[in-house]
């Protein structure tokens, strides 16, 4: 517990600065994750398939609403408060839904960019990071840790599977993430050994309260 409160911390600390800066005027409805790999020249793209919601079934990326966590309303908030918030968000919603815990170091290695999705009157953020062997086997382990404890909240059960999704195919994805794959097309040129990160460099969660 006391880990992924300090490196909680840590991540915030880290990112918040780099996050004020492209934060503007507009709302910013969510955030999420958007781990990517290349192999045999196939363009992957690791989603995870919602158990609720309105992508019911369908898979979507590692993330969440922003308003959901706050008291007031986004807008209102100060640059740096945006900008903490959708950090903590980032991670929280890592941890629930993609089973890991981001150390800021590992993090920042992996990171490509991020995306501005248009969304309603704003736009969501998509963190493009470059993470491979991610095994669906030992992400289920983590579930199913977790469904062994009925105690657990309902948000650290959202995903049912993850997979790698060739994004020329589109297999059974959120009209979210195909809405958003022009813009991450460009990333996959950029994928080499420098930014190259595995799912095993970060610790796992197993029903952590964050």
Request: net charge negative; aromatic share 12%.
């Amino acid at each position: 517990m006391k880990e992924v409160y300090t490196q909680k911390a840590n991540f915030v600390k880290e990112l918040q600065p780099s996050i004020s800066s492209i934060v503007d005027k507009n709302i910013i409805y969510g955030t999420s994750v958007a781990p990517i790999c290349s192999k045999n020249g196939k363009k992957l793209l690791c989603l995870g398939k919602e158990r609720d919601g309105i992508f019911l079934d369908q898979f979507n990326y590692f993330g969440g609403q922003i308003q959901d966590k706050l008291t007031a309303p986004f807008l209102q908030l100060t640059k740096q408060e945006k900008a903490t918030a959708i950090c903590e968000v980032l991670f929280e919603e890592t941890c629930e839904e993609f089973g890991v815990i981001l150390d800021i170091k590992h993090f920042l290695k992996s990171l490509l960019g991020v995306i501005k999705n248009p969304y309603k009157d704003g736009y969501s953020l998509i963190f493009v990071c470059h993470i491979e062997d991610i095994n669906p086997r030992v992400w289920k382990n983590v579930m199913l840790e977790r469904h062994k404890d009925p105690s657990l909240p309902w948000n650290l059960q959202e995903m049912s599977e993850i997979k790698y999704i060739d994004i020329d195919k589109k297999e059974n994805i959120s009209f979210y993430v195909e809405s958003s794959l022009h813009l991450l097309r460009p990333f996959f040129e950029n994928l080499n050994e420098s930014n190259r990160v595995t799912y095993q460099s970060f610790s796992l969660t197993y029903g952590y309260d964050i």
